[in-house]
């Protein structure tokens, strides 16, 4: 038995970030605890409306430690070491002035919007919390329920936190990823982050099993963020160990400190397996194209799929090109968040299953008496000569059969247009990337 230690909605649209009050509390509880296991960034349901960036909530687990340790970070000039297996005899109450301190220091709370919440137990959270967290909307009485009785939860303003909090000590990994996260010196808080592209690049090439680094189809670096937040950069992958050597090859400005997270990014852990078609849910859907995709205002572009209109937002870049490319008949699968207003499927990957043959008229038949071109005679597919008045068939127009460039397979949106719990294909087994 270790202490659980969940935190979340801290952050707002103007600064902070969860993660950074997770490595704060790491500096100061590691000073008379031992870290268990990897501290954990969970990102939740992408599609709940009141969330900042990513959604994401976080969870430290401390105690006395077993086993053989290692460096997962380095916070204010200290390594930070984790053990993979440890107990705490201590109860909750030991440490939560030390947790609320933190918190309320670090919290945005003067922020209409942000309303934290955390939550020390000896136990985690009750594992059905994270689904239905990370799939829909949870209120705080079904978060509450999930909750060991011994388990301290606090909140703030409303407490919307609470839930989160706690459903990130819920998650048990059935598919998991990790994360670096290089933190600013506070003096650089809100400035431009000074990363040089290439050292992406070429990271990006040397750690195959990193992912989302760079979009080379829009020529801009990915694994920092655009906020004014703490966060310099953060580099995402399947192998931990590989993850502090590729930090260390990315040139410019320098981070400050480091800590390594375990996290459900890019497993598609989002995604409902059997799609109900509820607003704010992520599902998949198979089906056949019904009619020739529409082109809207702005540059989205949405086809229908057997009574869902399926869209392909501006910000998925490239990606819309494919969905434009489909046809009446096609069979596809896609992934994405049903939104309630306009009704619609909110494109996060497609998979083309089959294509129609595409064939396409490019002459009318010429008649045979007159030379003259036959005029199409509507619905009856047939042709008469406005001369003449011969009719002919079809089959006698020329036609041309034409390459769609579609192949069976997945598509997803280039790097930068990507969810945070999307999974990228190179994730995929199987998946041929496209």
Same mark, same amino acid.
């Given at each position: 038995?270790?202490?659980?230690?969940?935190?979340?909605?801290?952050?707002?649209?103007?600064?902070?970030? $969860? $993660?950074?009050?997770?490595?704060?509390?790491?500096?100061?509880?590691?000073?008379?605890?031992?870290?268990? %296991?990897?501290?954990?960034?969970?990102?939740?349901?992408?599609?709940?409306?009141?969330?900042?960036?990513?959604?994401?909530?976080?969870?430290?687990?401390?105690?006395?430690?077993?086993?053989?340790?290692?460096?997962? %970070?380095?916070?204010?000039?200290?390594?930070?070491?984790?053990?993979?297996?440890?107990?705490?005899?201590?109860?909750?109450?030991?440490?939560?002035?030390?947790?609320?301190?933190?918190?309320?220091?670090?919290?945005?709370?003067?922020?209409?919007?942000?309303?934290?919440?955390?939550?020390?137990?000896?136990?985690?959270?009750?594992?059905?919390?994270?689904?239905?967290?990370?799939?829909?909307?949870?209120?705080?009485?079904?978060?509450?329920?999930?909750?060991?009785?011994?388990?301290?939860?606090?909140?703030?303003?409303?407490?919307?936190?609470?839930?989160?909090?706690?459903?990130?000590?819920?998650?048990?990994?059935?598919?998991? &990823?990790?994360?670096?996260?290089?933190?600013?010196?506070?003096? #650089?808080? %809100?400035?431009?982050?000074?990363?040089?592209?290439?050292?992406?690049?070429?990271?990006?090439?040397?750690?195959?099993?990193?992912?989302?680094?760079?979009?080379?189809?829009?020529?801009?670096?990915?694994?920092?963020?655009?906020?004014?937040?703490?966060? @310099?950069?953060?580099?995402?992958?399947?192998?931990?160990?590989?993850?502090?050597?590729?930090?260390?090859?990315?040139?410019?400005?320098?981070?400050?400190?480091? @800590?390594?997270?375990? &996290?459900?990014?890019?497993?598609?852990?989002?995604?409902?397996?059997?799609?109900?078609?509820?607003?704010?849910?992520?599902?998949?859907?198979?089906?056949?194209?019904?009619?020739?995709?529409?082109?809207?205002?702005?540059?989205?572009?949405?086809?229908?799929? #057997?009574?869902?209109?399926?869209?392909?937002?501006?910000?998925?870049?490239?990606?819309? #090109?494919?969905?434009?490319?489909?046809?009446?008949?096609?069979?596809?699968?896609?992934?994405?968040?049903?939104?309630?207003?306009?009704?619609?499927?909110?494109?996060?990957?497609?998979?083309?299953?089959?294509?129609?043959?595409?064939?396409?008229?490019?002459?009318?038949?010429?008649?045979?008496?007159?030379?003259?071109?036959?005029?199409?005679?509507?619905?009856?597919?047939?042709?008469?000569?406005?001369?003449?008045?011969?009719?002919?068939?079809?089959?006698?127009?020329?036609?041309? $059969?034409?390459?769609?460039?579609?192949?069976?397979?997945?598509?997803?949106?280039?790097?930068?247009?990507?969810?945070?719990?999307?999974?990228?294909?190179?994730?995929?087994?199987?998946?041929?990337?496209?």
């Amino acid at each position: 038995m270790v202490l659980w230690i969940g935190v979340d909605d801290t952050d707002s649209l103007r600064g902070m970030c $969860t $993660t950074f009050l997770a490595a704060e509390l790491v500096r100061d509880l590691t000073r008379d605890f031992d870290l268990i %296991g990897y501290p954990r960034l969970v990102r939740l349901n992408p599609n709940i409306p009141w969330k900042t960036r990513g959604n994401a909530a976080v969870c430290l687990r401390i105690g006395s430690g077993r086993g053989e340790p290692m460096t997962v %970070g380095e916070l204010g000039g200290r390594l930070i070491q984790t053990f993979p297996r440890g107990r705490c005899d201590e109860p909750p109450a030991r440490v939560l002035g030390r947790v609320a301190a933190l918190v309320e220091r670090w919290s945005r709370i003067d922020d209409e919007t942000t309303n934290p919440g955390f939550t020390i137990s000896p136990t985690p959270a009750r594992a059905w919390l994270y689904w239905r967290a990370v799939r829909r909307i949870v209120t705080m009485d079904e978060a509450v329920t999930a909750a060991s009785t011994s388990a301290i939860v606090r909140g703030y303003k409303d407490g919307r936190g609470i839930i989160g909090a706690l459903a990130a000590t819920s998650w048990r990994p059935r598919d998991r &990823t990790y994360e670096v996260l290089c933190y600013r010196e506070e003096s #650089s808080w %809100g400035t431009r982050r000074k990363i040089v592209p290439e050292s992406v690049k070429e990271m990006d090439i040397r750690f195959p099993s990193t992912f989302n680094n760079y979009d080379y189809d829009n020529d801009h670096v990915v694994i920092a963020p655009h906020s004014p937040c703490p966060i @310099l950069f953060g580099i995402r992958g399947d192998e931990p160990g590989a993850l502090p050597e590729a930090m260390r090859s990315i040139r410019g400005e320098r981070p400050a400190g480091w @800590l390594l997270f375990e &996290t459900n990014q890019g497993t598609d852990d989002h995604v409902v397996p059997q799609p109900v078609m509820e607003p704010r849910q992520t599902v998949r859907v198979e089906g056949s194209v019904e009619r020739f995709p529409r082109i809207l205002r702005g540059g989205h572009v949405v086809v229908s799929l #057997s009574g869902v209109d399926v869209t392909a937002y501006e910000p998925s870049k490239q990606f819309r #090109s494919v969905v434009a490319s489909l046809w009446p008949g096609d069979r596809i699968g896609v992934i994405g968040a049903i939104r309630e207003e306009p009704r619609t499927l909110n494109l996060e990957k497609l998979q083309v299953l089959d294509v129609v043959k595409r064939v396409v008229k490019i002459a009318n038949p010429i008649c045979n008496s007159c030379g003259c071109r036959a005029k199409s005679m509507g619905r009856m597919g047939l042709f008469r000569c406005p001369k003449c008045r011969e009719k002919f068939p079809r089959f006698m127009a020329s036609f041309r $059969t034409l390459d769609s460039g579609l192949r069976r397979g997945w598509y997803e949106p280039p790097v930068g247009s990507r969810r945070h719990l999307s999974k990228p294909l190179k994730r995929m087994p199987g998946a041929r990337v496209l």
